[in-house]
T-cell receptor, first 110, second 115 residues
Framework: RKEVEQDPGPFNVPEGATVAFNCTYSNSASQSFFWYRQDCRKEPKLLMSVYSSGNEDGRFTAQLNRASQYISLLIRDSKLSDSATYLC???????????FGKGTTLSVSS | DAGVIQSPRHEVTEMGQEVTLRCKPI?????LFWYRQTMMRGLELLIYFNNNVPIDDSGMPEDRFSAKMPNASFSTLKIQPSEPRDSAVYFCASYLAGAPTDTQYFGPGTRLTVL
């Protein structure tokens, strides 16, 4: 079983759509959770951290369910510029290796 | 501020040759990570350092791979001899323990092709 699993997609949505990505992780000892964004042929960049209480950053909402070992990312009012691969990431503690899912590809079209 | 710097950005070499990838972390960061990304396996950790000391090298594929961090501002990842299956994008990332933003910052990567 992979440590972090994501639906690879691709998700093809029109501008303005709402899209949700899901992720599950296998290590119950995981302490830190993130969504990273990776554009084609670029490095991964932090999109947002994910907290147990859920958190929102503009059009992006992330949620964590520790009991189910499940992480989600909701993107509202999709923009063309949201087209990218979204990586679900966990780590067992700060300063240790990040464990990446293989990513979910989003394509937003006009 | 300069981010993580990697060189070269692209490397094409022939099987059996030695390859050296270089990384300069963000100044002041105390952790440095080497990751490899392939289509098949995604992003995987190879090795990481804390204060220039290797902490976990369990992701290093085999003895052909070695990494060093002689000082806080420089690290190398060496592959000798290289093989076609080593073709991948190699990322270096750095991290500062205790920083407000609990994240690793990635360099632009080195795209390695072994023919």
């Amino acid at each position: 079983r992979k440590e972090v699993e994501q639906d690879p997609g691709p998700f093809n949505v029109p501008e303005g759509a709402t899209v949700a990505f899901n992720c599950t992780y296998s290590n119950s000892a995981s302490q830190s959770f993130f969504w990273y964004r990776q554009d084609c042929r670029k490095e991964p960049k932090l999109l947002m951290s994910v907290y147990s209480s859920g958190n929102e950053d503009g059009r992006f909402t992330a949620q964590l369910n520790r009991a189910s070992q499940y992480i989600s990312l909701l993107i509202r009012d999709s923009k063309l510029s949201d087209s990218a691969t979204y990586l679900c990431v966990v780590s067992s503690q700060a300063g240790t290796a990040l464990i990446f899912g293989k990513g979910t590809t989003l394509s937003v079209s006009s | 501020d300069a981010g993580v710097i990697q060189s070269p950005r692209h490397e094409v070499t022939e099987m059996g040759q030695e390859v050296t990838l270089r990384c300069k972390p963000i100044s002041g960061h105390d952790y440095l990570f080497w990751y490899r990304q392939t289509m098949m396996r995604g992003l995987e950790l190879l090795i990481y350092f804390n204060n220039n000391v290797p902490i976990d090298d369990s992701g290093m594929p085999e003895d052909r791979f070695s990494a060093k961090m002689p000082n806080a501002s420089f690290s190398t990842l060496k592959i000798q001899p290289s093989e076609p299956r080593d073709s991948a994008v190699y990322f270096c990332a750095s991290y500062l323990a205790g920083a407000p933003t609990d994240t690793q910052y990635f360099g632009p990567g080195t795209r390695l092709t072994v023919l």
